[in-house]
């Protein structure tokens, strides 16, 4: 029964309640003999009822009181009083650890420092022969003056049906309070002995301290289930995710000690808190000298120095990584630190990279960020760390891409979602900032602004790293010299000035700028229409495969002397004007060619290959002509960083170039009678729709102009209909149609704020089937044409994209999220009625699915039983981030 304020228990006079739970009442008082704040507990009935449990806690609370240490709450008294038995405790003010975590994880300082007063605690209570037996975050308190340990040996109590068994955490030297085979204490910090019902010794609280450290690294429960059974079969057979793939920035130091505290038996563990708390104090102490050492000097250092300090921070650097990057780097713990040193590591199993270019090391060079995409075709941002054996993945990152770090290295700003956003590396949710439709680079300065591409076609932003910014424009495209985009900028080191790259379908004004934050000035350094980076004194630049480093005076804004080859065969995506490497002033990471390459190849409709045509190639959204005779296909120009439209013949096997403009030619859509095919290009500054007939020496024709990006989604089977999308800020992707007659003024067909993609006409042209990411994963969805008011049906169940129609309409075919092309049988008998979609055979595809995956990458025979795949030549084990250490060394050869 609650008390009332003004209750008198003895000299203590109740003042208010503090808070309740299954074992008592907690209430502030004070203490009227010595004038002080205490904190008293009630306890619950069915202990006071039984005299011989009451006598051994009161043996007990004596042993308890007379443990005396700045970092466990005190037991100043007991009473009884009316049928009432209660505790007078230290009254702490603070914050429950347990709500604390709520938070998220706790700087790793303040794990280091609560781990080592937790650990002195408990110390201090082995000596005198108490165990704690419930060691959980709820029963410590966070004060001014560092952790305090609560409930120590009194915070649970059971009873059995037969006899009240004290639950109590430790064991008195008179008599145990518990009996052989009893479960007690809160199961989520138990050792595997005491699940067994086993007696419990110091290295029981060891275990249990083990699980604190990692909750307070992580902000993650060390063992996971959904019932209590699986819950305890998770903390008696498996192991926890390392921290530092959960806090890529934790002491690697820390995971060896945290490793030892969880073995599952007690002689493998710590033997001793004090053993602990040692340890714990050592990574502190280390943990602060690399971070004085790390300090910036003011005034000039002479170049020989700087080396001489790049060379001596990389030393602590891997002596700080410890055992774990022992382990994994051992090639770079024995090679001289100033050896040129290669490495590499493969991305995580079942994954790809999700785009050239979607990798990104940390300023500080602990740690390389990529975007990945799964067979299921989900794509999110991973991070590894360099003394780790495993990557983390990043929640709430969906469809993340093209990601860069803050200058500190505790921030990655990233693309996902028509938004920019940013994510912590020691946790928490992505943020995000502003909108970004088409996001191509960004990065970010020291004051937390942030200069980026917030779209495919456009010019640069610049905004603030804070949640919900408003960007202002940078630079706007200059449409008289046939600039379509402005993208990847890099700040150089006075933060003033940045790089970026301009494309252009003219070679005169394409190149990488140099710009100044608030003025419209720009200089071209140089031709390359390339992704740039300026690191000590170079610029870093890939020209065809080549990796290349140019020397670069940031004062002139010039280039002063020859290019050095650092590495050859690099990927990359001349679309995209990038290629997958990135560099600090230690480490080039990188990717070999190879994650674009795809082969077209014939699968029946059980995914068996029947033949392949052609050789290996980038090949962009390869669509199968309604003849079946031909194949149209975007193909990169290496030198000009475009693409052009190539006819791929089906029968002989045979390549030939249809369009040759040094902008960017694709996403080629084939009329009726396979005679002409319409495609989108840049070349005027804008992405266009044009028209080619094939034969002689037909020129292209422009068929819609407009400011905003387009992509080409089908040509109707009478040949009155062109459909494609539109990308704006404001609705995401809508789709819009282009009639082939009258006027030829398009007509919006579906706009909302959700993103609608992948659209194809029924052959019939009375349907639209499409995908729209309205319930939060794109699906694939059917309504009437052309007034889009009429029936809508859902067709997908499982996630959906790249829709297609079986010519005589008795299917539809799709790509579902997990990858495998599925096959929905129709009805019309009533309308359009979907049968039950049936998996066919998984693919082998490149890209993720969505409007911004930009591929179709299959195509059907009108029967519907061959297709025609563009599968990846290449598996993603083939392809690992490889890593280049000390690469400056290759300037001097």
Same mark, same amino acid.
């Given at each position: 029964?609650?008390?009332?304020?003004?209750?008198?228990?003895?000299?203590?006079?109740?003042?208010?309640?503090?808070?309740?739970?299954?074992?008592?009442?907690?209430?502030?008082?004070?203490?009227?003999?010595?004038?002080?704040?205490?904190?008293?507990?009630?306890?619950?009935?069915?202990?006071?009822?039984?005299?011989?449990?009451?006598?051994?806690?009161?043996?007990?609370?004596?042993?308890?009181?007379?443990?005396?240490?700045?970092?466990?709450?005190?037991?100043?008294?007991?009473?009884?009083?009316?049928?009432?038995?209660?505790?007078?405790?230290?009254?702490?003010?603070?914050?429950?650890?347990?709500?604390?975590?709520?938070?998220?994880?706790?700087?790793?300082?303040?794990?280091?420092?609560?781990?080592?007063?937790?650990?002195?605690?408990?110390?201090?209570?082995?000596?005198?022969?108490?165990?704690?037996?419930?060691?959980?975050?709820?029963?410590?308190?966070?004060?001014?003056?560092?952790?305090?340990?609560?409930?120590?040996?009194?915070?649970?109590?059971?009873?059995?049906?037969?006899?009240?068994?004290?639950?109590?955490?430790?064991?008195?030297?008179?008599?145990?309070?518990?009996?052989?085979?009893?479960v007690l204490g809160t199961v989520q910090y138990m050792a595997p002995e005491q699940l067994d019902g086993k007696d419990a010794d110091e290295r029981t609280d060891i275990f249990a301290l083990g699980e604190l450290l990692y909750e307070m690294s992580t902000g993650q429960k060390t063992f996971k289930g959904n019932s209590k059974a699986q819950l305890i079969s998770a903390i008696l057979a498996t192991q926890p995710p390392p921290i530092t793939t959960i806090a890529p920035l934790s002491p690697p130091a820390l995971e060896h000690v945290v490793t030892k505290c969880l073995a599952k038996e007690p002689d493998d563990r710590w033997q001793s808190a004090h053993d602990v708390a040692s340890e714990l104090k050592w990574i502190s102490e280390q943990t602060s000298q690399s971070r004085m050492f790390a300090q910036p000097t003011k005034g000039r250092m002479k170049p020989a120095s700087i080396a001489w300090m790049v060379a001596s921070l990389f030393l602590l650097s891997a002596i700080a990584l410890g055992i774990a990057a022992y382990h994994y780097f051992r090639q770079v713990q024995s090679a001289p630190t100033q050896e040129l040193t290669e490495l590499s590591f493969a991305l995580p199993a079942g994954t790809t990279l999700a785009a050239p270019g979607c990798i990104a090391l940390s300023p500080n060079g602990r740690m390389v960020a990529f975007s990945a995409i799964t067979k299921k075709g989900d794509t999110s941002l991973w991070i590894r760390s360099l003394g780790s054996k495993s990557p983390h993945e990043f929640s709430s990152t969906a469809d993340a891409g093209y990601p860069f770090w803050s200058p500190d290295s505790k921030s990655i700003g990233f693309f996902a979602q028509g938004k920019l956003k940013k994510i912590d590396v020691s946790g928490g949710p992505a943020l995000t900032i502003c909108d970004a439709p088409g996001g191509r680079g960004g990065t970010w300065r020291a004051d937390g602004k942030i200069l980026f591409s917030p779209n495919i076609t456009g010019g640069l932003s610049i905004v603030s790293a804070g949640e919900s910014g408003s960007p202002e424009t940078v630079t706007t495209l200059d449409l008289s010299h046939q600039e379509n985009s402005h993208r990847w900028p890099t700040f150089l080191p006075?933060?003033?000035?940045?790089?970026?790259?301009?494309?252009?379908?003219?070679?005169?004004?394409?190149?990488?700028?140099?710009?100044?934050?608030?003025? @419209?000035?720009?200089?071209?350094?140089? &031709? $390359?229409? +390339?992704?740039?980076? !300026?690191?000590?004194?170079?610029?870093?630049?890939? =020209?065809?495969?080549?990796?290349?480093?140019?020397?670069?005076?940031?004062?002139?804004?010039?280039?002063?002397?020859?290019?050095?080859?650092?590495?050859?065969?690099?990927?990359?995506?001349?679309?995209?004007?990038?290629?997958?490497?990135?560099?600090?002033?230690?480490?080039?990471?990188?990717?070999?060619?190879?994650?674009?390459?795809?082969?077209?190849?014939?699968?029946?409709?059980?995914?068996?290959?029947?033949?392949?045509?052609?050789?290996?190639?980038?090949?962009?959204?390869?669509?199968?002509?309604?003849?079946? @005779?031909?194949?149209?296909?975007?193909? &990169? $120009?290496? +030198?000009?960083?475009? !693409?052009?439209?190539?006819?791929?013949?089906?029968? =002989?096997?045979?390549?030939?170039?249809?369009?040759?403009?040094?902008?960017?030619?694709?996403g080629a859509v084939w009329n009726p009678d396979s005679s002409a095919y319409a495609f989108t290009s840049n070349r005027s500054g804008n992405t266009d729709l044009y028209v080619k007939t094939l034969g002689g020496s037909a020129e292209e024709k422009l068929l819609l102009h407009n400011d905003n990006y387009k992509k080409l989604n089908d040509w109707s089977s009478d040949g009155r209909y062109i459909l494609y999308q539109e990308i704006v800020a404001t609705t995401n992707s809508d789709l819009w149609v282009l009639p082939m007659f009258g006027d030829r003024k398009p007509f919006p067909y579906l706009q909302s704020t959700f993103s609608e993609s992948s659209a194809q006409f029924s052959p019939d042209v009375k349907w639209i089937a499409y995908s729209s990411d309205e319930t939060g994963r794109f699906e694939i969805y059917v309504q009437s044409f052309p007034i889009s008011t009429g029936t809508k049906r859902q067709v997908s169940t499982a996630g959906g994209d790249q829709v297609i129609w079986r010519r005589d309409q008795k299917e539809l075919f799709y790509l579902a999220a997990d990858g495998k092309l599925m096959a929905v049988p129709l009805s019309f008998a009533n309308g359009f009625e979907p049968g039950v979609p049936v998996a066919l055979f998984q693919t082998n595809f490149s890209y993720n699915t969505g409007s911004n995956g930009e591929r179709q990458q299959y195509s059907v025979t009108a029967d519907g039983q061959r297709f025609l795949l563009s599968n990846l030549a290449k598996q993603s084990s083939e392809t690992p981030i490889n890593l280049i250490l000390n690469w400056p060394l290759l300037l001097k050869k």
């Amino acid at each position: 029964m609650a008390l009332a304020t003004g209750t008198k228990l003895g000299p203590y006079e109740v003042l208010s309640a503090i808070g309740a739970g299954g074992m008592g009442e907690v209430y502030r008082a004070k203490d009227t003999r010595l004038d002080r704040i205490v904190a008293i507990k009630v306890l619950p009935a069915h202990l006071s009822a039984n005299e011989e449990l009451k006598q051994r806690f009161e043996r007990e609370a004596k042993t308890i009181s007379s443990l005396s240490h700045p970092h466990i709450c005190a037991l100043y008294d007991i009473g009884h009083q009316n049928g009432t038995d209660f505790l007078v405790m230290e009254y702490l003010e603070g914050e429950p650890l347990v709500r604390r975590l709520e938070k998220g994880p706790l700087p790793t300082e303040q794990t280091l420092r609560y781990g080592v007063e937790i650990a002195e605690a408990l110390d201090k209570a082995h000596r005198q022969g108490i165990v704690h037996r419930d060691l959980k975050p709820g029963n410590i308190m966070i004060t001014k003056s560092g952790a305090k340990l609560l409930d120590f040996g009194l915070a649970k109590y059971q009873a059995s049906a037969a006899q009240a068994i004290s639950a109590s955490t430790f064991e008195t030297r008179d008599r145990p309070l518990t009996e052989e085979g009893m479960v007690l204490g809160t199961v989520q910090y138990m050792a595997p002995e005491q699940l067994d019902g086993k007696d419990a010794d110091e290295r029981t609280d060891i275990f249990a301290l083990g699980e604190l450290l990692y909750e307070m690294s992580t902000g993650q429960k060390t063992f996971k289930g959904n019932s209590k059974a699986q819950l305890i079969s998770a903390i008696l057979a498996t192991q926890p995710p390392p921290i530092t793939t959960i806090a890529p920035l934790s002491p690697p130091a820390l995971e060896h000690v945290v490793t030892k505290c969880l073995a599952k038996e007690p002689d493998d563990r710590w033997q001793s808190a004090h053993d602990v708390a040692s340890e714990l104090k050592w990574i502190s102490e280390q943990t602060s000298q690399s971070r004085m050492f790390a300090q910036p000097t003011k005034g000039r250092m002479k170049p020989a120095s700087i080396a001489w300090m790049v060379a001596s921070l990389f030393l602590l650097s891997a002596i700080a990584l410890g055992i774990a990057a022992y382990h994994y780097f051992r090639q770079v713990q024995s090679a001289p630190t100033q050896e040129l040193t290669e490495l590499s590591f493969a991305l995580p199993a079942g994954t790809t990279l999700a785009a050239p270019g979607c990798i990104a090391l940390s300023p500080n060079g602990r740690m390389v960020a990529f975007s990945a995409i799964t067979k299921k075709g989900d794509t999110s941002l991973w991070i590894r760390s360099l003394g780790s054996k495993s990557p983390h993945e990043f929640s709430s990152t969906a469809d993340a891409g093209y990601p860069f770090w803050s200058p500190d290295s505790k921030s990655i700003g990233f693309f996902a979602q028509g938004k920019l956003k940013k994510i912590d590396v020691s946790g928490g949710p992505a943020l995000t900032i502003c909108d970004a439709p088409g996001g191509r680079g960004g990065t970010w300065r020291a004051d937390g602004k942030i200069l980026f591409s917030p779209n495919i076609t456009g010019g640069l932003s610049i905004v603030s790293a804070g949640e919900s910014g408003s960007p202002e424009t940078v630079t706007t495209l200059d449409l008289s010299h046939q600039e379509n985009s402005h993208r990847w900028p890099t700040f150089l080191p006075d933060g003033k000035h940045y790089l970026y790259t301009i494309r252009s379908a003219t070679p005169e004004s394409r190149g990488i700028y140099v710009g100044e934050i608030g003025s @419209k000035e720009k200089r071209r350094i140089l &031709p $390359d229409q +390339a992704r740039v980076e !300026y690191v000590n004194g170079n610029l870093v630049i890939f =020209r065809e495969r080549n990796m290349l480093a140019l020397p670069f005076d940031p004062a002139r804004m010039q280039i002063v002397g020859e290019p050095t080859v650092l590495t050859e065969d690099v990927d990359l995506d001349p679309g995209l004007s990038t290629a997958t490497y990135s560099v600090n002033s230690n480490t080039l990471a990188y990717m070999n060619s190879g994650s674009l390459d795809s082969i077209l190849t014939w699968v029946d409709r059980s995914g068996r290959v029947q033949g392949t045509v052609g050789s290996s190639a980038i090949y962009f959204q390869p669509i199968m002509s309604p003849d079946e @005779k031909k194949v149209a296909v975007g193909i &990169p $120009d290496i +030198a000009t960083g475009g !693409y052009d439209v190539w006819i791929m013949d089906l029968i =002989r096997g045979t390549l030939s170039r249809s369009t040759s403009n040094p902008a960017s030619d694709v996403g080629a859509v084939w009329n009726p009678d396979s005679s002409a095919y319409a495609f989108t290009s840049n070349r005027s500054g804008n992405t266009d729709l044009y028209v080619k007939t094939l034969g002689g020496s037909a020129e292209e024709k422009l068929l819609l102009h407009n400011d905003n990006y387009k992509k080409l989604n089908d040509w109707s089977s009478d040949g009155r209909y062109i459909l494609y999308q539109e990308i704006v800020a404001t609705t995401n992707s809508d789709l819009w149609v282009l009639p082939m007659f009258g006027d030829r003024k398009p007509f919006p067909y579906l706009q909302s704020t959700f993103s609608e993609s992948s659209a194809q006409f029924s052959p019939d042209v009375k349907w639209i089937a499409y995908s729209s990411d309205e319930t939060g994963r794109f699906e694939i969805y059917v309504q009437s044409f052309p007034i889009s008011t009429g029936t809508k049906r859902q067709v997908s169940t499982a996630g959906g994209d790249q829709v297609i129609w079986r010519r005589d309409q008795k299917e539809l075919f799709y790509l579902a999220a997990d990858g495998k092309l599925m096959a929905v049988p129709l009805s019309f008998a009533n309308g359009f009625e979907p049968g039950v979609p049936v998996a066919l055979f998984q693919t082998n595809f490149s890209y993720n699915t969505g409007s911004n995956g930009e591929r179709q990458q299959y195509s059907v025979t009108a029967d519907g039983q061959r297709f025609l795949l563009s599968n990846l030549a290449k598996q993603s084990s083939e392809t690992p981030i490889n890593l280049i250490l000390n690469w400056p060394l290759l300037l001097k050869k």
